[in-house]
């Protein structure tokens, strides 16, 4: 197994922080560049809740790029969640343990298994996924515990979302020194990992060995903070689940992001920046309610991207660390394809003619069908690459250029029964025949729909009673997690007890895992369908 070479740097950041991890009786205690912070302990893991990481995003600061926290006196007690980024009630599977909404959301958690606060232990910072509209650092799903015990310090990261972290404005650009606006969701996540950097060795943790890693919006965030130079040197691995930002359309330009800007602004009767910035947050998150007030997209702003993603990344200006990258079976559903029309050769047909008006026969041909039983499967395939699976190839295909070392994953587990239906008969063999027995090298007739792998790669199960979770799930999940476990600590997935996982070349016989009631190695046999994509979306 490969390993790589951990360069400590306890000098400079003793001159940071004090690397102490001590007890004040039953409760961790460290003292960070900013101050003591007291958090929890559970069963030897020690538990940091509600970091703050910068100043709160309020006032004047609202819409600056992220300013450094202040020095606090006394002992912080980091015993509780902060409140969660300011959003509306978008996703039904997001379980929360924060206590409400507030701008001021600028804090990360902290979980580590360390006790003298000089093991210079690899370390995880996850960003949480939610369209970058909802989501937060305290769901269940993200729950630092689990992976805390397989010798990793845990962190979650909250950052602003929706027009509190991206709006783009005429204004905002002109009174920054960087001529920037938008993105601030973002900056705040390059500052949360500037502050680990600083601080993480008083918690255990290697700041030369940090793995950024999320999940849908949250890969999307890894992806960038690969791509900005703003954040290089700060982190040493990445894990990208279902995510990217070189999907179709993904990022627009300031001018554009500007126009957006502009266009809520009068929605809200706002003829200023000190106008907007006088409002009520709640107002300016109710006005968002709207469904063509809602999109505050990424954007080129020549600050955090100096030009577009895309283009930095073809010109290998990234940062060229290993990666993990992969996404699910079942990323959007056929429905998407079909609306509410049969699954019929002769619906699927009309369908992609008129998504696809001038390339049709390009698509039937990669995307074809024998019979009406293959539509499902194959217009999942079809809806599956139209939402994540191109972006998350195009980020493979493109770090791999880059000569890092890139580990290319297909999640294929689907999830169990709802705990609601506990008691209803079922086939033991039910879930391998509902997902693994369907594949035909296209899809999956019920596969692993978006983000639902979170739960097994971080070993969070127990937290999600929605699911009737079986012995079957937990095996996948020991599996998962112990990869991602290896890679946060070594840039390397493989080891003891785990089939070998081959770093992704497109020639090779065997490239992807997949991972699921039956992980292993298989070929590409999608390749030509995102280079035609690819084609269709080159700029």
């Not at 790029?65 to 020095?71: A, D, G, L, S, T």
């Not at 950097?197 to 903070?225: L, R, W, Y």
């Not at 040493?236 to 359309?249: D, N, Q, R, V, Y």
């Not at 009767?269 to 947050?281: D, H, T, V």
Request: charged share 20%.
């Amino acid at each position: 197994m490969k390993s790589i070479a951990i360069v400590s740097c306890l000098f400079l950041t003793t001159l940071f922080a004090s690397a102490q991890l001590s007890s004040n009786g039953s409760l961790p205690t460290v003292k960070t560049a900013n101050g003591v912070l007291q958090g929890t302990q559970v069963s030897g893991i020690s538990i940091f809740k509600g970091v703050p990481f910068a100043q709160p995003p309020v006032g004047d600061l609202r819409w600056k790029e992220p300013q450094p926290v202040k020095n606090w006196e006394g002992t912080l007690k980091a015993d509780h969640f902060s409140a969660r980024p300011m959003q509306l009630p978008i996703y039904s599977d997001m379980n929360f343990r924060s206590p409400g909404i507030s701008e001021d959301c600028l804090y990360l958690n902290i979980w580590t298994p360390a006790k003298t606060g000089k093991e210079e232990l690899p370390v995880l910072v996850f960003f949480f996924g939610g369209g970058m509209k909802a989501g937060d650092a305290s769901e269940y799903r993200y729950d630092g515990e689990s992976m805390s015990r397989k010798g990793i310090v845990a962190v979650t990261v909250n950052y602003r979302l929706g027009v509190f972290g991206f709006l783009a404005y005429p204004e905002l650009s002109k009174e920054s020194s960087h001529h920037a606006s938008g993105n601030y969701g973002l900056m705040d996540q390059t500052e949360a990992l500037r502050w680990l950097h600083k601080n993480i060795e008083v918690f255990g943790g290697n700041p030369d060995n940090i793995t950024i890693a999320g999940e849908s919006a949250g890969s999307s965030s890894v992806c960038a903070q690969i791509v900005s130079p703003l954040p290089r040197n700060l982190f040493a691995g990445a894990i990208g689940e279902s995510g990217s930002i070189l999907k179709f359309k993904s990022v627009v330009t300031l001018a554009e992001a500007e126009k957006i800007g502009l266009d809520y602004s009068k929605t809200v009767s706002a003829n200023s920046l000190k106008e907007l910035r006088a409002m009520p947050a709640e107002q300016l998150l109710n006005a968002t309610a709207k469904p063509a007030l809602d999109d505050f997209p990424i954007d080129i702003d020549g600050y955090f991207f100096p030009e577009s993603p895309l283009a930095i990344y073809k010109s290998g200006r990234v940062a060229k660390v290993p990666a993990i990258i992969g996404w699910n079976s079942e990323e959007s559903g056929w429905k998407s394809i079909l609306g509410d029309a049969e699954p019929t050769m002769e619906n699927y047909t009309k369908a992609v003619r008129k998504l696809y008006p001038a390339n049709a026969d390009e698509i039937l041909k990669l995307y074809g069908v024998g019979n009406d039983s293959d539509v499902v499967i194959v217009a999942t395939s079809l809806a599956s690459d139209r939402t994540n699976a191109f972006g998350s190839w195009r980020w493979v295909d493109l770090h791999t250029k880059t000569n890092s070392p890139v580990y290319r994953y297909f999640f294929t587990k689907a999830r169990p029964g709802l705990m609601a239906d506990i008691n209803k008969p079922k086939h033991p063999d039910a879930q391998v025949e509902t997902s693994e027995k369907n594949f035909n090298g296209l899809g999956f007739f019920q596969g692993a729909v978006h983000s639902a792998e979170i739960e097994y790669a971080l070993g969070n199960l127990p937290s999600n009673r929605v699911y009737d979770w079986q012995p079957g799930d937990y095996m996948v999940s020991t599996v998962m997690q112990d990869y991602f476990a290896n890679f946060i600590k070594f840039k390397n997935p493989n080891g003891i007890g785990l089939p070998y996982w081959p770093l992704y070349q497109s020639w090779q016989k065997d490239p992807i895992m997949y991972l699921g009631y039956d992980t292993h190695r298989a070929p590409d046999k999608t390749r030509d369908r995102y280079l035609y994509f690819e084609k269709l979306n080159s700029n």
